[in-house]
């Protein structure tokens, strides 16, 4: 049950790291940008946009917690 | 031939950063308690490694390739955002830089409070080494697989891996002690900006988009990524600067 439990935290360490918000608002860019592809609009500068929006949504809170702290 | 050169590139750039990590905790154990146990449990992990490899990667490449990007892509690019993420937080100051002579001062120091046992095999630095090789080398093993099927050449990334195998033993025997020299967080900005870029470009494939310029918008990317890192960076590194004083960390 351990191993399966630090097998389970290797790889979400792994992949999903210290702030989960990362990764569901990636999964939701995607299923936005696979939708939208899929009915004729080619929006390619989506990704990036809001990829680069996560980072520093995500900066911006580690940071601001830390001031909040200080 | 520009996608080729990227992709060993980034293989060897990611897979060298893990491979730092597992040498070090070697060498740790291996110069405190003996070199026998600490190579046993290195050549264990990675027959391992290479079984687990060999079950994986035949079935990977069965997969249709849009599925495959779509995954992959998203999985680079979560995976590569946490790299970035971190070296955004300590080149600005929010986070302290890895450093790898405490890592191996920890390690040192665990090991001489572990019981040894001195017939047969030294059961806590065949343990620390084989958990040390074993995890970075998935790490490994998941960097070459992902990063090669989906740009359908997996040879070509264990190419990369295989060099970042060779610079990093050669640079441990030359050093032979930790490699704390290596810059480490500018290769982990380095790696983080590949992933992302490899990850936007390859989950927009598999999702449905059409680059403009195909294949030539991958530098396009790659300019976005580093030019909206360095300006977060900045913009960090001022609200360090104004609001919290050089002593602040975070996790």
Redesign the interface.
């Known amino acids: 049950m351990n191993a399966l439990k630090g097998f389970g935290r ?1 790889w979400y360490d ?6 989960w918000r ?2 569901i608002g ?2 939701v860019t ?1 299923v936005v ?2 939708a939208a ?2 009915n004729g609009h ?3 500068w989506l ?2 946009l809001a ?2 929006a ?3 949504v ?2 911006l809170r ?2 601001a ?3 909040g ?2 | 031939m520009t996608h080729d050169v990227f992709l060993v590139a980034a293989a060897f750039l990611a897979c060298a950063v893990e491979m730092v990590e597992a040498l070090t905790i070697v060498l740790a154990v291996g110069v405190t308690r003996g070199w026998r146990s600490a190579i046993i449990g290195t050549v264990t992990a990675l027959a391992t490694l290479a079984a687990v490899i060999a079950a994986l990667g035949p079935a990977l490449a069965h997969l249709p390739i849009d599925g495959l990007r ?1 995954f992959i892509g ?2 680079l ?3 590569g ?2 790299w ?3 070296a ?2 300590r080149a ?1 100051g ?1 986070k302290a830089l890895h450093d790898e002579d405490a890592i191996y001062a920890d390690e040192q120091r665990a090991a001489l409070a572990a019981a040894r046992d001195d017939e047969g095999i030294d059961w806590y630095t065949f343990t620390v080494s084989f958990k040390g090789v074993f ?1 970075e080398g998935l ?1 490994v093993a ?1 960097i070459v697989v992902t990063f090669g099927s989906a740009q359908g050449n997996v040879a070509l990334a264990a190419v990369g891996a295989v060099a970042a195998a060779v610079v990093v033993l050669i640079g441990g025997l030359f050093v032979h002690r930790p490699l704390s020299r290596v810059p480490e967080n500018t290769m982990k900005f380095a790696v983080g900006v590949m992933l ?1 870029t490899f990850g ?1 470009f390859w ?2 494939e598999g ?6 310029g195909g294949d030539a ?1 991958l530098f396009g ?1 790659l300019v ?2 580093i030019a ?2 360095a300006l ?1 960076v900045r913009l ?1 590194r001022q ?2 600067a104004r ?3 050089p002593r ?4």
């Open positions: 290797f792994f992949v999903i790291g210290d702030d990362l990764a990636v999964v995607l940008v696979y592809a899929h080619n929006w390619w990704l990036p990829v680069s996560l980072l520093a995500s900066l580690a940071s917690t830390h001031v702290d200080s | 779509l998203a999985l690019l979560v995976f955002l946490q970035l993420r971190k955004v937080l600005s929010f995890l790490e998941f992302t936007i989950s927009g999702a449905g988009l059409d680059w403009p918008a990317v976005y990524v909206t890192s977060l960090l609200r360090h609001a919290v004083g602040a960390t975070v996790r």
